[in-house]
């Protein structure tokens, strides 16, 4: 069975938005991440379906600027392949799910370093080319 994660960088005026992951996650707790999302086992494409979730997960309406490099990781003992997109959002008011995410963030890529940031965040920044 084919697993694929969705993983959305949103940029609005040269930010991205991260997402803070609530205490109670089981995994890195606390940490700042993408926003991320299982693919759904239907027709739509994978394209369509980061769209749809950057307004059910975020509340964002953008631009579909890139499709990232695909890329295969283990978690768990299991393979997933993950599918970076980069959209440009006009607005900048985001809206989180409180059961996942504590607070959320738009940040210029230069303050990186000041996030505990999940593992891998980076690699879908260079996916999409916002990172060398």
């Not at 693919?39 to 509340?59: H, I, R, S, T, Y």
Request: aromatic share 6%; proline share 4%.
């Amino acid at each position: 069975m084919r697993k694929d994660i969705i993983v959305l960088v949103a940029n609005s005026n040269d930010n991205i938005l991260l997402l803070r992951r609530q205490a109670t996650k089981r995994f890195e707790a606390g940490k700042w991440e993408l926003s991320a999302s299982l693919a759904q086992e239907n027709n739509k494409p994978l394209e369509q379906q980061a769209k749809d979730n950057l307004m059910f997960d975020v509340g964002l309406h953008g631009t579909l600027l890139r499709k990232g490099r695909e890329y295969s990781i283990t978690i768990q003992e299991e393979d997933w392949t993950i599918h970076p997109f980069l959209f440009s959002c006009p607005q900048s008011v985001a809206a989180i799910r409180k059961t996942d995410h504590s607070e959320c963030k738009w940040i210029p890529l230069s303050d990186l370093e000041k996030y505990p940031l999940v593992e891998g965040l980076k690699k879908n920044l260079v996916c999409v080319g916002l990172l060398k």
